[in-house]
């Protein structure tokens, strides 16, 4: 009898620490005990995330921020945010030192062999920055364009944009290190390249282009765009994550049925163009 019961309470044992194991809590399960969401973000993106001064702290604001403190909210969870280089959320993601990025990123298929994508909630187009003394030179045609020295961040679509619709790199050649095109990881680094005639342009979503030439009065938009092709912003989550995925999803679907999101991008729009 005795032998019996311990050999029942060894197999329970058993049982439970296996079950604890093999249950590993999936990110939702987790978000939903912690009640912490972990938002990654480059807030050097106006009006999608930017820092600014609140109450005489410096805060990260932006209708990006908006859109996952609302997600947030309906995993009744808070909103924690990690500011980082663009190029390294993706990493972020998979080791899962964040939970969910929004940063104006648009669901590439190379981006979805390594995570996984919401629906588009954002479009935008690309707009370029010159410098207000280059307006004849560049300001008419991006054809100008092809032999001068194109900024663009680190990671970002807008690398191969330039490469091949301005530069008209080939597709082949377009993923060979190239020296056209000056990379760096923040914008404002940029902007202060084009200031200091090291670089000739920057390619960047016009939605921000704006916003810097509103601040920086020497620099100003060319006239020409160029199309989005691959679709706009979606927020990202780890791959597998379905629970997740789904969640984010609901509640973005809510946002855009509402009219908020709009409402979010007018209001960040607003607050940075004084
Ligand atoms: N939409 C572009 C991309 O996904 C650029 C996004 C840059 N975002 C930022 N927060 N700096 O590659």
């Given at each position: 009898m ?6 029942i ?6 049982a ?19 009640k912490?969401?972990?938002l ?9 995330e930017?820092?600014t ?5 410096d ?16 995993l ?19 080791s899962?030192?964040?939970?969910m990025?929004?940063a104006?990123?648009?669901p590439?298929?190379e ?6 994508f ?9 707009g370029?920055?010159?410098?207000k003394s280059?307006?004849e ?12 020295l ?11 944009i ?9 597709d082949?050649d ?14 404002p ?7 200091s ?8 979503e016009?939605?921000?282009?704006e ?8 620099l ?13 912003s ?37 607050s940075?163009?004084q």
């Amino acid at each position: 009898m005795k032998k019996n019961g311990l050999r029942i309470m060894c197999i329970l044992c058993c049982a439970a620490a296996v079950l604890s194991c093999a249950g590993k809590k999936s990110r939702y399960e987790a978000i939903q005990a912690e009640k912490k969401l972990v938002l990654g973000t480059c807030a050097d993106y106006p009006p999608y995330e930017f820092h600014t001064q609140k109450d005489g702290q410096d805060t990260i604001v932006g209708f990006d921020v908006e859109i996952a403190r609302a997600i947030a909210k309906d995993l009744g969870a808070e909103l924690i945010i990690r500011d980082m280089d663009f190029d390294g959320l993706l990493a972020a993601l998979v080791s899962g030192s964040v939970d969910m990025v929004l940063a104006g990123m648009t669901p590439t298929d190379e981006r979805r062999q390594n995570v996984d994508f919401t629906d588009i909630y954002y479009t935008a187009e690309q707009g370029i920055i010159i410098r207000k003394s280059d307006a004849e030179t560049y300001g008419a045609s991006a054809a100008s364009l092809k032999d001068t020295l194109i900024g663009a961040q680190r990671g970002t679509i807008q690398v191969g944009i330039a490469k091949k619709e301005i530069k008209g790199v080939s597709d082949a050649d377009a993923e060979k290190p190239h020296t056209q095109i000056k990379e760096l990881p923040k914008l404002p680094d940029l902007i202060m390249e084009l200031k200091s005639g090291k670089i000739d342009a920057i390619i960047v979503e016009l939605p921000v282009a704006e916003n810097y030439v509103a601040v920086h009065r020497d620099l100003m938009l060319a006239s020409y765009t160029f199309k989005d092709a691959e679709g706009g912003s979606a927020a990202a989550v780890k791959k597998g994550e379905a629970q997740l995925l789904a969640a984010v999803n609901k509640s973005i679907s809510a946002l855009q049925a509402s009219g908020q999101i709009n409402r979010f991008a007018a209001a960040a729009i607003e607050s940075v163009e004084q």
